[in-house]
Nanobody, 121 residues
């Protein structure tokens, strides 16, 4: 019911930058009415919320995990239904599979297939 096309992952050195993109396609509701988010899961760890951005009609308020504040920026493009995550000053502990997600009360919570981010020298 909701399809995602994620891109932008890869290998980067500590201190480097990457930008993740996620195109969201759905017929169940306007993407602009959905909360979009990035989650990540490292081996042996639980999946955790990295950043979320509210629906357009709610003001698109952004929320961040404490240890990415000041380094990561989440944004959304309303014309292309695309979610972005700009990641700067990457650290080895940021290594994980990053998942795009979309949700709206009453409509459910949907996940992308994930994209690998590896921070290593």
């Amino acid at each position: 019911q909701v399809q995602f096309v994620e891109s932008g992952g890869g290998l980067v050195q500590p201190g480097g930058s990457l930008t993740l993109s996620c195109v969201v396609r759905t017929s169940i509701a306007s993407v602009n009415t959905m909360t979009l988010a990035w989650h990540r899961q490292a081996p042996g760890n639980q999946r955790e919320l990295v950043a979320s951005i509210g629906s357009i009609d709610s003001g698109a308020h952004a929320v961040y995990k404490d240890d990415v504040k000041g380094r990561f920026t989440v944004s959304r493009d309303i014309t292309s239904d695309t979610l972005y995550l700009q990641m700067n000053n990457l650290k080895p502990e940021d290594t994980a599979v990053y998942y795009c997600a979309a949700s709206r009360p009453g409509y459910g919570h949907y996940w992308g297939q994930g994209t690998q981010v590896t921070v290593s020298s």
